[in-house]
């Protein structure tokens, strides 16, 4: 059970979505490029002692639309927009439920716990449909500046469910055009286990690169990033990424692309994107008792056809 809480949980914390574009004064999903069609993606992190290895497997209806992701399946209103997540077990059976609420744009402003099937049968963390989520937006625009997130915390005993959510984490994004240049995080280690986190600051900058961003055609198509619903997806893929980190406000900080960490990417003959990956180093780092950020990122793409 522990093995299958464990996905449960990250698959719940990965796929939860998020929705927005445009078509007059009400955005909706853009449908000039016809998004590539996944049939996995695995996506491997790893630090000095550590890693993680994930594979998300993509389903879809008749409609081309996007019906599962993982352990998520996504629920359609009648205007094409996601109004709900539901995380199975690997046995069918639901293990919690997301709804999705929006503003008279279509934008996407609350994602709230409405269902979550809990060992711990003395806890409902879902009873008042907590606020797991929330975007902010300045006027008109379809990107979000502000996300704010919260994650399950667990009793050290795992097979008991989770007993409460940790401290919020804080995502500041800033653009040219489309294209994010940096993301302000603000937040605690948010170990699962534990309830004495530290707090941790980071800037992470990014230079755009010439080509498309793998993930960009279904988050037109989608309006939200299937693989973390806190991450906004550029409209290119970046070339350079610079990342700094300490347990004190980052101010008055630049970044050096000289010594910033460069994205690799591999095609077929298609021309498709079937590795991207990018290996953070100390040297790129600011650290100050903290490897939040020390983690390498490889996606491995697969297509449906």
């Not at 070339?239 to 910033?260: G, H, K, M, V, Y």
């Amino acid at each position: 059970m522990k093995r299958t809480s464990l996905l449960i949980l990250l698959s719940g914390l990965l796929f939860s979505t998020f929705l927005f574009s445009c078509k007059d004064d009400t955005f909706k999903p853009d449908s000039k490029e016809e998004a590539a069609k996944f049939e996995s993606i695995e996506v491997i992190k790893t630090k000095p002692n550590a890693a993680t290895n994930s594979l998300v497997e993509f389903s879809y209806d008749n409609q081309n639309r996007l019906i599962k992701a993982g352990f998520s399946e996504y629920v359609y209103d009648k205007n094409g927009k996601v109004e709900k997540v539901q995380v199975y077990t690997d046995k069918r059976e639901l293990y919690s439920e997301y709804s999705y609420l929006y503003d008279q744009q279509g934008r996407l402003t609350e994602v709230k716990l409405t269902f979550l099937r809990n060992p711990n049968s003395m806890i409902d963390l879902a009873a008042d449909k907590p606020v797991v989520a929330s975007f902010t937006y300045p006027s008109g625009s379809k990107l979000p500046s502000m996300i704010i997130t919260r994650d399950f915390k667990f009793s050290k005993e795992f097979d008991f469910g989770p007993k409460g959510f940790g401290a919020p984490q804080k995502k500041e994004y800033k653009y040219d055009g489309n294209n994010v240049t940096e993301v302000i995080i603000t937040g605690t280690d948010n170990n699962p286990f534990e309830d004495n986190d530290r707090p941790y600051y980071a800037r992470l900058f990014f230079k755009k690169g010439n080509k498309k961003h793998f993930l960009k055609g279904l988050y037109d198509k989608l309006g939200f990033n299937p693989l973390d619903y806190s991450e906004v997806i550029s409209e290119n893929q970046p070339e350079l990424q610079a990342s700094f980190q300490s347990r004190e406000p980052i101010t008055d900080i630049q970044p050096n692309w000289e010594q910033a960490s460069k994205f690799v990417v591999a095609e077929d003959q298609k021309s498709r994107p079937v590795e991207v990956s990018v290996s953070i180093y100390p040297k790129d780092v600011s650290i100050h008792g903290t490897d939040y950020l020390l983690w390498s990122s490889m996606y491995k793409i697969k297509y449906k056809d």
